[in-house]
Protein backbone atom coordinates (compact mmCIF):
# COMPACT_ATOMS: atom_id res chain seq x y z
CA UNK A 1 0.00 0.00 0.00
CA UNK A 2 0.85 3.51 -0.41
CA UNK A 3 0.70 6.97 0.31
CA UNK A 4 -2.19 7.05 -1.85
CA UNK A 5 -3.99 5.64 1.37
CA UNK A 6 -3.50 8.34 3.74
CA UNK A 7 -6.63 9.76 5.04
CA UNK A 8 -6.79 13.61 5.02
CA UNK A 9 -9.44 15.50 6.83
CA UNK A 10 -9.01 18.83 5.59
CA UNK A 11 -10.40 22.27 7.43
CA UNK A 12 -14.16 20.50 8.36
CA UNK A 13 -16.42 22.48 10.28
CA UNK A 14 -19.92 21.01 12.09
CA UNK A 15 -22.44 22.41 14.31
CA UNK A 16 -25.97 21.45 15.33
CA UNK A 17 -27.46 24.29 16.00
CA UNK A 18 -25.62 27.04 18.28
CA UNK A 19 -23.43 24.04 19.29
CA UNK A 20 -19.96 23.97 17.18
CA UNK A 21 -18.94 20.42 17.16
CA UNK A 22 -16.05 20.84 14.80
CA UNK A 23 -14.22 23.74 14.32
CA UNK A 24 -12.06 23.94 10.93
CA UNK A 25 -10.41 20.70 12.22
CA UNK A 26 -7.51 19.42 10.19
CA UNK A 27 -5.19 16.45 10.36
CA UNK A 28 -3.60 13.37 8.46
CA UNK A 29 -3.40 9.43 9.48
CA UNK A 30 -1.14 7.83 7.13
CA UNK A 31 -0.68 4.40 5.74
CA UNK A 32 0.27 2.18 8.18
CA UNK A 33 0.04 4.10 11.17
CA UNK A 34 -2.34 3.81 14.26
CA UNK A 35 -3.52 7.10 15.51
CA UNK A 36 -4.97 7.60 18.82
CA UNK A 37 -8.00 10.29 18.86
CA UNK A 38 -8.55 11.52 22.63
CA UNK A 39 -10.51 14.26 23.79
CA UNK A 40 -12.96 14.69 26.56
CA UNK A 41 -16.82 13.71 26.56
CA UNK A 42 -18.48 16.01 23.94
CA UNK A 43 -15.03 17.13 22.10
CA UNK A 44 -16.07 15.93 18.80
CA UNK A 45 -14.77 12.27 17.80
CA UNK A 46 -17.29 10.74 16.99
CA UNK A 47 -18.74 13.87 14.81
CA UNK A 48 -14.92 13.80 12.74
CA UNK A 49 -15.64 9.64 12.38
CA UNK A 50 -19.24 10.08 11.30
CA UNK A 51 -17.80 12.55 8.73
CA UNK A 52 -14.83 10.48 7.63
CA UNK A 53 -16.78 7.44 6.92
CA UNK A 54 -19.59 9.62 5.24
CA UNK A 55 -22.83 8.99 6.87
CA UNK A 56 -22.63 12.25 8.16
CA UNK A 57 -21.91 15.11 6.33
CA UNK A 58 -19.49 18.40 7.14
CA UNK A 59 -20.78 22.39 7.00
CA UNK A 60 -17.37 22.33 5.17
CA UNK A 61 -14.25 21.41 4.53
CA UNK A 62 -13.62 17.86 3.01
CA UNK A 63 -12.35 14.21 3.87
CA UNK A 64 -10.34 12.15 1.57
CA UNK A 65 -8.68 8.94 1.14
CA UNK A 66 -6.00 8.62 -1.08
CA UNK A 67 -6.13 12.33 -2.63
CA UNK A 68 -10.09 11.43 -3.28
CA UNK A 69 -12.80 12.77 -2.00
CA UNK A 70 -15.14 10.32 0.33
CA UNK A 71 -17.89 9.52 -2.07
CA UNK A 72 -19.87 5.89 -2.07
CA UNK A 73 -17.10 3.57 -3.60
CA UNK A 74 -14.47 5.17 -1.39
CA UNK A 75 -16.88 4.23 1.79
CA UNK A 76 -17.07 0.54 0.68
CA UNK A 77 -13.48 0.16 1.56
CA UNK A 78 -13.60 1.79 4.39
CA UNK A 79 -13.76 -0.70 7.85
CA UNK A 80 -15.96 1.34 10.32
CA UNK A 81 -17.35 0.85 14.13
CA UNK A 82 -19.47 2.87 15.18
CA UNK A 83 -19.62 3.80 19.18
CA UNK A 84 -23.71 3.03 18.77
CA UNK A 85 -22.22 -0.07 17.27
CA UNK A 86 -24.81 -1.33 14.50
CA UNK A 87 -25.38 -4.75 13.83
CA UNK A 88 -28.87 -6.33 13.90
CA UNK A 89 -29.30 -7.73 16.97
CA UNK A 90 -31.95 -10.77 15.95
CA UNK A 91 -29.38 -12.10 13.23
CA UNK A 92 -26.63 -14.58 13.34
CA UNK A 93 -23.27 -13.75 13.83
CA UNK A 94 -21.73 -15.86 10.52
CA UNK A 95 -25.20 -14.61 8.39
CA UNK A 96 -24.88 -11.30 9.55
CA UNK A 97 -21.15 -10.65 9.30
CA UNK A 98 -21.46 -12.47 5.67
CA UNK A 99 -24.13 -10.28 3.87
CA UNK A 100 -21.96 -7.15 5.06
CA UNK A 101 -18.94 -8.55 3.65
CA UNK A 102 -21.23 -8.96 0.55
CA UNK A 103 -22.09 -5.85 0.94
CA UNK A 104 -18.83 -4.64 0.49
CA UNK A 105 -18.56 -5.95 -2.93
CA UNK A 106 -16.78 -9.53 -1.59
CA UNK A 107 -18.62 -12.53 -3.40
CA UNK A 108 -20.39 -15.21 -1.53
CA UNK A 109 -17.38 -17.67 -1.35
CA UNK A 110 -15.15 -14.85 -0.30
CA UNK A 111 -17.67 -13.84 2.00
CA UNK A 112 -17.70 -17.23 3.89
CA UNK A 113 -13.97 -17.66 3.88
CA UNK A 114 -13.47 -13.86 5.46
CA UNK A 115 -15.47 -14.56 7.85
CA UNK A 116 -14.02 -17.99 9.12
CA UNK A 117 -11.26 -16.11 9.18
CA UNK A 118 -12.21 -13.22 11.17
CA UNK A 119 -14.69 -15.12 13.41
CA UNK A 120 -11.57 -17.46 14.40
CA UNK A 121 -9.18 -14.55 14.75
CA UNK A 122 -11.06 -12.63 17.41
CA UNK A 123 -12.35 -16.06 19.25
CA UNK A 124 -15.65 -16.10 18.66
CA UNK A 125 -15.64 -18.70 15.85
CA UNK A 126 -18.01 -20.95 17.83
CA UNK A 127 -20.38 -18.37 18.38
CA UNK A 128 -21.57 -17.72 14.09
CA UNK A 129 -24.79 -19.40 14.60
CA UNK A 130 -25.87 -17.79 17.57
CA UNK A 131 -28.06 -14.30 17.36
CA UNK A 132 -26.28 -11.55 17.96
CA UNK A 133 -28.36 -10.31 20.93
CA UNK A 134 -27.49 -13.58 23.01
CA UNK A 135 -23.72 -13.25 22.85
CA UNK A 136 -22.04 -10.94 25.63
CA UNK A 137 -21.30 -7.01 25.09
CA UNK A 138 -17.61 -7.94 25.12
CA UNK A 139 -18.46 -10.82 22.27
CA UNK A 140 -21.17 -8.42 20.72
CA UNK A 141 -17.89 -5.88 20.11
CA UNK A 142 -15.50 -8.22 18.31
CA UNK A 143 -18.41 -9.23 16.14
CA UNK A 144 -18.61 -5.23 15.54
CA UNK A 145 -14.69 -5.20 15.17
CA UNK A 146 -15.37 -8.60 12.79
CA UNK A 147 -17.57 -6.33 10.70
CA UNK A 148 -15.83 -3.49 10.41
CA UNK A 149 -12.97 -6.24 9.11
CA UNK A 150 -14.15 -8.79 6.56
CA UNK A 151 -14.15 -6.89 3.31
CA UNK A 152 -10.52 -5.96 3.99
CA UNK A 153 -10.28 -2.30 4.43
CA UNK A 154 -8.28 -0.14 3.38
CA UNK A 155 -8.75 2.23 5.97
CA UNK A 156 -10.50 1.49 9.81
CA UNK A 157 -11.73 4.23 11.48
CA UNK A 158 -13.18 2.70 15.32
CA UNK A 159 -15.02 4.56 17.67
CA UNK A 160 -14.12 3.28 21.30
CA UNK A 161 -13.51 -0.01 19.71
CA UNK A 162 -11.92 -0.79 23.60
CA UNK A 163 -14.42 0.24 25.72
CA UNK A 164 -15.95 -2.43 27.87
CA UNK A 165 -13.47 -5.25 27.04
CA UNK A 166 -11.92 -7.84 29.02
CA UNK A 167 -7.93 -7.72 29.47
CA UNK A 168 -7.56 -10.89 26.74
CA UNK A 169 -10.10 -9.06 24.40
CA UNK A 170 -7.94 -5.76 24.61
CA UNK A 171 -5.23 -7.69 23.77
CA UNK A 172 -6.72 -9.58 20.84
CA UNK A 173 -8.18 -6.25 19.62
CA UNK A 174 -4.62 -5.06 20.01
CA UNK A 175 -2.95 -7.19 18.09
CA UNK A 176 -5.87 -7.01 15.16
CA UNK A 177 -5.01 -3.31 15.12
CA UNK A 178 -0.97 -3.45 14.66
CA UNK A 179 -1.27 -6.38 12.05
CA UNK A 180 -3.60 -4.51 10.07
CA UNK A 181 -1.35 -1.25 10.42
CA UNK A 182 1.89 -3.22 9.21
CA UNK A 183 -0.50 -4.17 5.85
CA UNK A 184 -0.41 -0.36 5.47
CA UNK A 185 -3.31 0.63 6.26
CA UNK A 186 -4.04 3.50 8.49
CA UNK A 187 -5.63 3.03 11.61
CA UNK A 188 -7.53 5.70 13.47
CA UNK A 189 -9.66 5.21 16.83
CA UNK A 190 -10.72 6.91 19.85
CA UNK A 191 -10.75 6.28 23.27
CA UNK A 192 -10.52 7.29 27.02
CA UNK A 193 -8.18 4.80 27.70
CA UNK A 194 -5.35 6.71 27.68
CA UNK A 195 -2.76 3.73 28.94
CA UNK A 196 -3.97 1.95 26.24
CA UNK A 197 -3.47 4.47 23.53
CA UNK A 198 0.01 5.56 24.68
CA UNK A 199 1.66 2.20 24.43
CA UNK A 200 -0.51 1.64 21.09
CA UNK A 201 -0.09 4.38 18.98
CA UNK A 202 2.09 5.61 16.57
CA UNK A 203 0.63 9.57 16.94
CA UNK A 204 -1.81 10.65 18.97
CA UNK A 205 -4.24 13.48 18.58
CA UNK A 206 -5.84 15.67 21.67
CA UNK A 207 -9.36 17.29 20.65
CA UNK A 208 -11.11 20.11 22.47
CA UNK A 209 -14.03 21.99 21.40
CA UNK A 210 -13.79 20.79 17.58
CA UNK A 211 -10.36 21.91 17.53
CA UNK A 212 -7.18 19.71 17.50
CA UNK A 213 -4.80 21.18 20.46
CA UNK A 214 -2.10 18.66 20.37
CA UNK A 215 -1.20 16.06 17.67
CA UNK A 216 2.29 13.97 17.28
CA UNK A 217 4.06 11.02 18.76
CA UNK A 218 3.80 11.03 22.81
CA UNK A 219 7.43 12.00 22.79
CA UNK A 220 7.17 14.98 20.64
CA UNK A 221 3.88 15.91 22.88
CA UNK A 222 6.43 15.90 25.81
CA UNK A 223 8.58 18.24 23.63
CA UNK A 224 7.57 21.25 25.44
CA UNK A 225 7.19 19.58 28.79
CA UNK A 226 10.40 19.80 31.55
CA UNK A 227 11.30 16.18 32.82
CA UNK A 228 11.88 15.62 36.25
CA UNK A 229 14.73 13.43 38.25
CA UNK A 230 14.30 11.83 41.62
CA UNK A 231 18.01 11.59 43.11
CA UNK A 232 18.68 9.94 46.71
CA UNK A 233 21.86 10.33 47.37
CA UNK A 234 21.56 10.39 51.26
CA UNK A 235 25.22 11.96 51.35
CA UNK A 236 24.69 15.22 49.73
CA UNK A 237 24.10 18.95 51.03
CA UNK A 238 21.23 20.91 50.11
CA UNK A 239 23.04 22.54 47.76
CA UNK A 240 24.41 19.89 45.33
CA UNK A 241 22.70 20.16 42.35
CA UNK A 242 22.27 24.13 42.54
CA UNK A 243 24.34 25.17 39.98
CA UNK A 244 24.27 22.24 37.63
CA UNK A 245 24.11 23.05 33.84
CA UNK A 246 20.55 22.38 32.62
CA UNK A 247 18.74 22.01 36.13
CA UNK A 248 16.10 24.92 36.11
CA UNK A 249 14.86 23.88 39.73
CA UNK A 250 15.96 22.09 42.89
CA UNK A 251 13.88 20.55 45.92
CA UNK A 252 15.69 18.81 48.60
CA UNK A 253 14.57 17.06 51.52
CA UNK A 254 16.05 14.03 53.28
CA UNK A 255 18.97 13.77 50.69
CA UNK A 256 16.07 13.18 47.87
CA UNK A 257 16.19 15.81 45.20
CA UNK A 258 13.86 16.78 42.93
CA UNK A 259 15.33 18.26 39.68
CA UNK A 260 13.48 19.74 36.99
CA UNK A 261 15.41 19.61 33.82
CA UNK A 262 15.68 21.70 31.15
CA UNK A 263 14.95 19.98 27.63
CA UNK A 264 18.25 18.24 26.47
CA UNK A 265 19.49 18.72 30.08
CA UNK A 266 22.86 16.14 30.00
CA UNK A 267 21.15 13.75 33.01
CA UNK A 268 24.77 11.16 32.98
CA UNK A 269 26.46 15.07 34.15
CA UNK A 270 23.93 15.48 36.84
CA UNK A 271 24.57 11.28 37.99
CA UNK A 272 28.03 11.63 37.84
CA UNK A 273 27.72 14.90 40.09
CA UNK A 274 25.77 13.13 42.54
CA UNK A 275 28.02 10.51 42.41
CA UNK A 276 31.03 12.83 43.79
CA UNK A 277 28.71 13.95 46.81
CA UNK A 278 28.87 9.84 47.83
CA UNK A 279 26.11 6.15 47.07
CA UNK A 280 23.31 7.09 44.68
CA UNK A 281 20.41 5.23 45.91
CA UNK A 282 17.71 6.05 43.17
CA UNK A 283 18.61 7.90 39.92
CA UNK A 284 14.82 8.14 38.42
CA UNK A 285 13.42 9.96 35.38
CA UNK A 286 9.98 10.74 35.18
CA UNK A 287 8.10 11.96 31.91
CA UNK A 288 5.26 13.01 31.58
CA UNK A 289 2.18 9.85 31.07
CA UNK A 290 -0.07 10.79 28.19
CA UNK A 291 -3.21 11.52 30.84
CA UNK A 292 -0.67 13.98 32.51
CA UNK A 293 -0.49 15.32 28.73
CA UNK A 294 -3.99 14.96 28.11
CA UNK A 295 -4.72 17.20 31.56
CA UNK A 296 -2.65 19.95 30.67
CA UNK A 297 -3.67 20.42 26.91
CA UNK A 298 -7.94 20.16 28.13
CA UNK A 299 -7.16 22.16 31.12
CA UNK A 300 -5.42 25.06 29.16
N1 LIG B 1 -27.10 14.76 16.76
C1 LIG B 1 -26.67 15.77 17.51
N2 LIG B 1 -27.45 16.83 17.78
C2 LIG B 1 -27.01 17.87 18.52
N3 LIG B 1 -25.76 17.95 19.05
C3 LIG B 1 -24.94 16.92 18.82
C4 LIG B 1 -25.33 15.78 18.05
N4 LIG B 1 -24.29 14.92 17.99
C5 LIG B 1 -23.28 15.50 18.70
N5 LIG B 1 -23.68 16.69 19.19
C6 LIG B 1 -22.84 17.62 19.98
O1 LIG B 1 -21.62 17.84 19.26
C7 LIG B 1 -20.50 17.87 20.17
C8 LIG B 1 -19.50 16.80 19.77
O2 LIG B 1 -20.05 15.51 20.07
P1 LIG B 1 -19.32 14.13 19.73
O3 LIG B 1 -20.31 13.04 19.94
O4 LIG B 1 -18.68 14.23 18.38
O5 LIG B 1 -18.19 14.10 20.86
P2 LIG B 1 -17.22 12.91 21.31
O6 LIG B 1 -15.85 13.51 21.39
O7 LIG B 1 -17.39 11.73 20.45
O8 LIG B 1 -17.72 12.61 22.79
P3 LIG B 1 -17.72 11.23 23.69
O9 LIG B 1 -16.30 11.03 24.15
O10 LIG B 1 -18.63 11.58 24.83
O11 LIG B 1 -18.23 10.10 22.83
C9 LIG B 1 -21.09 17.72 21.56
O12 LIG B 1 -21.28 19.01 22.10
C10 LIG B 1 -22.42 17.02 21.31
O13 LIG B 1 -23.34 17.35 22.33
Known sequence: M????????????????????LDDLSFEVRPGEIFGF??????????TMRIALGVLSADSG???LGGRPVDLDVRRTIGYMPEERGLYPKMKVGAQLSYLAELHGLSR???RSAVTRWTERLGIAERIGDTVDSLSLGNQQRVQLAAALVH????????????????????????????KAKTGVPVIFSSHQL???QRLCDRVGIIKHGKMRAIGTVDELRGGESAQLVVHAPGAGADWAQHLAGVSAVSHTDGRTVLTLEPGA??????????KTGPVHEFSLHRPSLTELFREVVAA
Not at 2 to 21: F, M, N, P, Q
Not at 38 to 47: E, L, P
Not at 152 to 166: K, M, N, Q, T, Y
Open 2 to 21: TDSHTLTIDRISKRYGDVVA
Open 38 to 47: VGSNGAGKTT
Open 62 to 64: EVR
Open 109 to 111: TEA
Open 152 to 179: DPAVLVLDEPFSGLDPVAVDVMSDVLIE
Open 195 to 197: DLV
Open 266 to 275: DDQAILAAAL
